[in-house]
């Protein structure tokens, strides 16, 4: 039975001591003690979700003030990342495309003359790797292949 029910029907009846009176007059007594029990303990409840809560708001103000003053930039230094410069990979960008240009109109004179275009290209490659001589002079550079390796005549023949 709720406290309230209690108190109104202990109102009505007459003060009489009855087995049945005492009984809901400790009743009565144990609903008041819990009552102020929950009182007492709600009143801590509420300050402390208080609390909490103007603890959560410093805590939002403080990420905000952190998230708005750390830039992404002094985040990638902390975290020993560079940032490129597009100049720089523009021009590795043009080394790389002028080196594979170069390398494959390098063996277009080759290419002709072999005309074997399933293993031209690693040929060639063996002979870039092979070791030289360049005879230097005033009007043109010679340069001597000592490739290594074994080759078929028909190659052998067409790279001399």
Request: hydrophobic share 35%; charged share 30%.
């Amino acid at each position: 039975m709720s406290l309230y029910k209690l108190t109104t029907k202990l109102a009505a009846a007459p003060a009489t001591e009855s087995a049945e009176g005492t009984a809901q007059q400790r009743r009565l007594k144990q609903l008041r003690k819990l009552e102020e029990t929950y009182a007492a303990a709600r009143v801590e409840r509420r300050k402390n979700i208080t609390e909490h809560h103007e603890l959560l708001d410093r805590i939002r103000v403080e990420i905000g003030a952190t998230a708005a003053t750390e830039s992404r930039l002094e985040a990638m230094i902390q975290a020993d990342r560079v940032k490129l410069e597009p100049s720089s990979k523009r021009l590795l960008d043009v080394l790389r495309i002028t080196a594979r240009k170069g390398f494959y109109q390098a063996p277009q004179p080759f290419k002709k003359s072999y005309d074997n275009y399933r293993d031209d290209h690693g040929q060639f490659r063996q002979l870039t790797h092979s070791p030289g001589v360049l005879e230097v002079s005033s009007t043109e550079v010679l340069i001597h292949l000592l490739p290594g390796g074994s080759y078929g005549s028909e190659f052998k023949r067409r790279v001399s």
